[in-house]
Structure formats: C-alpha cells, structure tokens
C-alpha cells in the first residue's frame, strides 16, 4: 500500500484534480491519499488557505467577512462545476463553510484552525466525488474517526503516540481512502492544525501507521536538485538521498519539505518519493535510509545567510574545565539557540542566527561574558553564510576537502570557518554573506563537472 | 634591563658556567639573571634536581639517605673546584645541604619543596661568587627579601599580585643580580616551589615586576623550528612569533616552554628571546605581541596523538536548546576537560585526550549520554591526532586551507576534522594517529618550499 500525498499547486483547479485522479487511477497500489487545500492557480493567484485566513481574520476582528467567505465559496463552486460534480457535494461544502459564519466568537485560535482547516477538508471532498464519478470506490476519511490524535497546541499541534496503532486500522479498509492533510483532534475532540507543511505531517503519519511501501510526494517539481536552480541552470537532479542528507540540505536553505514532516516517515524506515504531478512518469527524488554512494559522494549544495559568530579568547581557556559548557549556559540563559561552537586553545567560536538578537540583547550578553567569565576579548560579527557540501560517504572519502577548498581559493573567496568531522554527513563553510552564492556556484562546478552531467552520473 | 635565565644544560659543569657568566658579562644591560640548578653534563647523567629528589625521598621515607646527600655535594664540589672559587663558597654551600640532613620529620612535602629548591639556590651562589672572581659586582638575591611571594601550594605555586611591587625594587639596586629560579615564599615564610619549567616561570614574573626591555631565555638550541626537528632535516628556524602562536605551538606539542610560564611576561608585553648558551651569537627566537606576518603567514607546524572523539547523533538536535550544554555538563561532571567541540546539524563530536578515560568510565558515559540525552546513536572513537598549522593572519589569506587540505590528500591522508574559524590563529586538522607525522611533514613541504628556505625567507 502506498501512501500518496497531493500538494496545493497539484489540486488548485479541477485541471489539476484530474491529473491526479488520473495518478491515482493509474496504481492500484495507491490506496491512502492525503490531500491539500487548493492552491495558486497561476503566480498572482491566491490559495485557498490564504483566502481562508483573510476571512477567519476578518470575522474575528469584524464579527462579519461575509465577501471573503464568498471568495472562497466561489473556487470550491468553480471546481465541483468544471468537475461536474453532483449538486449534493457542492451543498455539503456550503453547508460545512456555513458554521464558520455562525462562530460564537469563543476561543479564536481555535476558530482560526477549524478555518484554516476547512480548505483541506473541503478539497478531500472534492477528490472523493470526483473519483466516483470515475467509478472508483472511494471514502472520504475524517482525521477525528481515523483517530489522528495530537496535542492541542493550536497552530503547532503534534502527533501522539497512540494515534499510530488507531491509524493502523486505515489498512483494513476497501477502497480508496481520501484523507484531509493539515490537522488532526484532541482527545476532547478539538480540532487542530500542525505547523506549515502539515499535509506533508498527515502523509508522513499515515505512512509510518500504515507501514506503506512508498510515501509519494506529489507536488509541482520533476526531483529535487543538487543545488538551488536560481544559481545553476539546469542543477542535476537527485536521484537517490538518505534522509541523513535531505535533512542537512533542509537545513542549509533547502525547502523542498516542511523540516519536520520527515520524522515519522523517517522513524519508520519507510522510503519517500518525490514526483511532479505534471509530470508523473518522471522517476522523481527518491529519499531512503541507505544510497549506494559510490556513484556520487555529493548529494547536494546548500547554503544559508543571517548567521553571526561570539568570538571569546581567554588565555590558558582550555586549563579551564567548564568555559565551554558556562558559556553556552548563558547563551541558553538569554534563549538563544546556537548552531556551532567551533573552539580552538584559547579561543572559541559560537554561530548562531542572527535574528535572534537585538542590539540590547548583544549588549547584555557581551557584558556577562565578560564579567562572568573574565575573558580577555570577546566580540560579534555579523552577516555571515554557511555553505554546505552533504553527502553521505564524504567522510571517509580522501580529498573531498581539499578539493572544496581549493575551489573556494580559486574563486577568491575566503573562508571564515570550517566544520568538517562534527557530521559524518557534511562539510561546512563559513564565508561571508556576500560570497554565499558564489561560494555554492563554484562548489557546483566542481563536484558536478560537465562531462559528470552529460553522462547522467548525477 | 634585561633579564636573562640560564637552564639546566647552560649551567651544568663549569666550563658551561664560564660560558653564561661570559655572556652576561658581554651586555651590560643584562642585569638580573635567573639561574636553574646544574643539569645534565652529557645524555647518561643526573640533574642536580633529581640527585635531590632521590635524596629527599630516602630522607622521608628511610630518616637516612647519606649517601645520595653526598651525590648532591659532590656536584658542586666539582663545580667549585674547577671554577677555582674560593672554599669559603663550598663552605657556604655544604652548610646550607647539611640543613636538609637535620629535618625533623615534619611536614614531608614542605620540607621536599625545600630540597629541590637547593638545587637553584645554591647554584645561584655559585654563579655569584664566580662573576665576582672575574671582577663583576654580583650579589645573590634571597626571593623570600626581594618578596617573591607565592600561594602555599607545595610544588604548584602561584605568584601572588603584591609581589610585581616587591620585586619592581630590584631595579634600583646596583650591580649584576643573580636570582635562584624555581621557588618562592608565602606570606608566612614557607618556601614553596613551582611546577615544572619553574626558572622559566621565575624569569617571567622578574621580567614583568621590573619592566624588561627584553627577557632572554638561554637554553641548548640555536632557536625554536618551525617543526619537530626529528620529522624534518634542518627545518626553518623561527625568527619571530607571537605569544599566540606559541602558545598554540606548545599546545601542539611543542616542547620549548613550561606552558604556563610565560603569562606574566605576555600579560606585560615583555618580548621575550630565546637564545643558545653554546652559540650566543645566533640570533635566537623572538616571542613578541604583534609580528609582522606578510613573509610568512604559517609560524609553525606541530602535532599532539592521543586524542579520542565522542561522536553522539540524535535527529533534531540542533532544534533542542541546550543540548551541548548538557552534553557538555555531563563531561564535566565525569571530570572530563574536552578540547573542541564541532557540531553538525544533528550530531555533535567531542573530543579529549584519551588518557582521561578509562574503559569503566567510557561506559558510564556513554550510557549517561544514551540515557539522559535520549540520543540515536553515540559512540567512542580512539587513537586520533590533531595537527595544527599555526600563524597570525591565517585568517584573512585566502586559500591556506585548500593548500594545506590538498597537500593532506596528496599524501593520501584522510581528514577526519577540520577546525577553522573558532582560533583565528591555527587550523587544526584531526587525522588517524598513524597519519600524524605524515601529515606533519607533508604540511612542512607544503608551506615551507625549498626556494623560500634557500633565500631565508622564514
């Protein structure tokens, strides 16, 4: 059984609907589908989920959005016509966007998740009648009755524990199962939505509770690419990356999945794939516990800007059992969170996001490092990138390194820091924010040479 | 003024005493001389210091230990004779051992502080008397009258603040001053030694009490080498480096220096020289704040086995505040002082010298990390070297480390780690401990290439 998730763009007209009923259709092993909410339909286009915020906004601040719930009547109206649906879907879809107009003005964040919710909802709907009007059996599944338990923190909810064996009963069932990503309920049975990404949460869920053979991704890409295509025309696509990698990438800039949906998927070992709904019949971006890396060592090139570095030095700091960990107890103190903390004799280095700090909270930590620590300097420099090389394998590959370097130096680019031996799955660069990309582009050129590219070893 | 120490070697019989009081007679702004006790006469023989120790030894554990005494006097007797100094100096000296004789039994490890201590004391009447015979004005100064005031920790003293005030008074005094190394006094009167490298320590605190223009330190080699003499044929001999750089040298294995003694001079920015009794003319190693580095941005190459690495992974690490925080504590708690601490996305690498860890201990560790931190994996690596390139200006050369990684893989060396960034003075790369002497070397050829030794520039 696989578990098949639909992103917006994949269901934002019925166009589109189509497509991926046809996906569907086409692999009767594809039996668990997690849907979106209607996305853009072309650039300037609004999504569904955003078109519900403005009316969720709007009827708590007002009281009355009566011409933004209509917007969104009117794109679910739009796709059960073209779809030609019967009448009675489109009535229960008014009937469902009704209560939200009826709101008792109780409680709303809570409001505002049934809202927002509500777009992915509609749309399982939608996909379920649809594909019965192909002559497929198909049920629409409620996360409530499937038992997708979370906790009831609104907007960030988690999955609990014993959702998963409830989950596991889907399997029992004919057919094929439709389900509304995004939320889940509380035990008291209130409604609440995971943080963004969360279709990609419920699929990721459902595929570990369902011990699926594939988690396909559908969304609007062919694969994943080695590098960021608004750098690299044409960046060679991924094949094949561990979830080790992906999650590197992910860090590092690349937004291909919501960081977190991964988890479960990823706890239970089950294989993730990547497709484009426009394109089915690509092989998309397979992502597994395990790759044969002999072929290519470098899964991938990331960066990311917005990062400063403490620098404190102390003389004789490392006779000094705990400078480390009271250092970072400050940092921890003051809620900041740190990346890295690289450290030499009498030096060390913390890297953190540099949106974490304001100019007064620079100020006082400054100040209890060196009153608390009686350190000989310590000062913050801002505007720095991490670049990163991941690949699973570089570790114990000789020169990887080197050549990275040297392709930095050959771009005249000078590096601020490297982290290499933490991970056994990347290397890290730090360069200044300005030689970010360029920094990427010239590690693309030489760990993805040409005659790599034409021959498809990518 | 300039202070100069004479070490072991430069005074261990008296052909070599004629050498150093011909050097301190040669420089008439050498004024206050720092004297270690007589070393080693050829590679076989005994330090004085340690013909004390195994006197004092005997002494505490057996009451008795006349002949090891006499080991003691026959050194300075030999001395004394063959520098023809009047008896009334051996005299003088005999009486001053024959205290040592008569010990009560009280206080064991005072009263060793006070055997090894002869060992300077009585060296520095020795050296006294003989400038006196060549015509010099030479007086023997006592620490405990110039106040050299230390804490009370037997073997492990600690200068304390009010004594640079005290000694400062040496200034005003006429003549040639020859001061005993090794020992100080605390408030009370109790003589109390310093840990290894003690001279050195002495020649640091006089250098900074009274302002040297320069503080000479004399020992056996022509300069200290811009790497271990044993792994290269005449390596580059350095003019010029930077406290830092030595430091992080000594860190690294580099043996010049007790590690510690150098911080008063380095906290009163007195340069210091290192120079060779047995060729006073070479122009020795200068150890100074700031040094011009545009010739040559590497100092020097060392390398230190040993090292162990625990490597701990858990998905989302780097979302959990204080996570190395906590690592860290655990670490401490154990007693365990970490060198560095690189860390990836979710994974951190600690690592430390090896010898602190037991395999009981690994054990409990290891099972703390899994059951307090709840990670995925941790596991001990051990046999690890660190190699460091170090130099001032390293920092902001663009391309040192593609040099230095290239040359690495050329060798075919595998880089298990790179530290840069967190000192702004080294790079530190960790290799298999059976790679560290090839890396050493190949780093050497590197950096230091055959055209620019052949034109001095080093």
Redesign the interface.
Known sequence: MKVCKFGGTSLANAEQIRKVCQIILNDETRRLIVVSAPGKRYKEDGKVTDLLITFGTKKIEHGQAQKEWQAVVDRYQEICSELQLPLSCMEAIISNLQKLLQWDGEDPEGFMDVVKASGEDNCARVVTEYLRTLGASATYINPRDAGLLVNGEYGNAQVLPEAYEKLAQLKEKDGLLIFPGFFGFTQEGKLTTFSRGGSDVTGSILAAAVKAELYENFTDVDSVYAVNPNLVDHPCEIKEITY?EM??LS?AGFSVFHE?AL?PA??AEIPVCIKNTNNPTAPGTKIVTKRDNSSRIVAGIASDVGFC?I?VSK??M??E??F??KL??IL?EE?L?????????????VILRQHQLTEEKEARIVSRIKNELHVDDVHVQYNMALVMLVGEGM?????I??????A??IA?????????????????F?VSAGDADNAVIALYQEFYKEEELSLGIC
């Open positions: 080790r999650r590197e860090y977190e988890i990823f706890r570095r620098y003389y004789l490392n006779k059992i705990g480390g960990r970072l107890q921890e809620h969170s740190y990346e890295h903390s690289p450290s030499g004799i009498d030096d060390i280095t570790r114990s590959s000789v020169g390194s080197a050549r990275a370097a040297t930095l130096a005249d680019i000078n590096i601020e820091m490297i982290n290499q031996g933490s991970s056994e799955v990347n290397l890290m730090g």
